[in-house]
C-alpha cells in the first residue's frame, strides 16, 4: 500500500532555514506531480509548490525566491528548501503525490500527515 511521509520540520527563528523531505513507498509504477501544501490555523490548505514529472514547478507567489522545490524520482522523493523563514511560513506542511501504483488502476492523489513548521524567535 502506497504511503507517503513527510520529515524536517521544526522550530526555527525568524531569517532561518529548514529542508523538508517527503517519500512515497509502495509498489509504485510512476509518479506525476508532487507538491507542498501548507495550512495555517483558521486557514485553508494552500498550494505552497509542486513539480511535474518533467520537472515543472509552480510556487505561491508568498514563496518565490525563498523557497526550492526539487524530486529525486529515483527516491520517490520531493523536497523544499525553505530560506528566510517568517512567521507567516508558520503552518503545518502537507506532501502530496499522485501515484500510480498497484493500488489502483489510475493515478491517485496520496496526501502525508503533515510535518509542523514553526517560525518563531
Known amino acids: 500500500q502506497v504511503q507517503v511521509v513527510e520529515s524536517g520540520g521544526g522550530l526555527v527563528q525568524p531569517g532561518g532555514s529548514l529542508r523538508l523531505s517527503c517519500a512515497a513507498s509502495?509498489?509504485?509504477?510512476?509518479?506525476?506531480?508532487m507538491g507542498w501544501y501548507r495550512q495555517a490555523p483558521g486557514k485553508q490548505r494552500e498550494l505552497v509548490a509542486d513539480?511535474?514529472?518533467?520537472?515543472?514547478?509552480n510556487y505561491a507567489d508568498s514563496v518565490k525566491g525563498r523557497f526550492t522545490i526539487s524530486r529525486d524520482n529515483a527516491k520517490n522523493t520531493v523536497y523544499l528548501q525553505m530560506n528566510s523563514l517568517k512567521p507567516e511560513d508558520t503552518a503545518v506542511y502537507y506532501c502530496?503525490?499522485?501515484?500510480?501504483?498497484?493500488?489502483?488502476?489510475?493515478?491517485?492523489?496520496?496526501w502525508g500527515r503533515g510535518t509542523q513548521v514553526t517560525v518563531s524567535s
Open positions: 502530496g503525490a499522485d501515484i500510480l501504483s498497484s493500488d489502483h488502476a489510475t493515478g491517485t492523489w496520496y
Open positions: 509502495g509498489t509504485i509504477f510512476s509518479i506525476y506531480a
Open positions: 513539480i511535474d514529472s518533467g520537472g515543472r514547478i
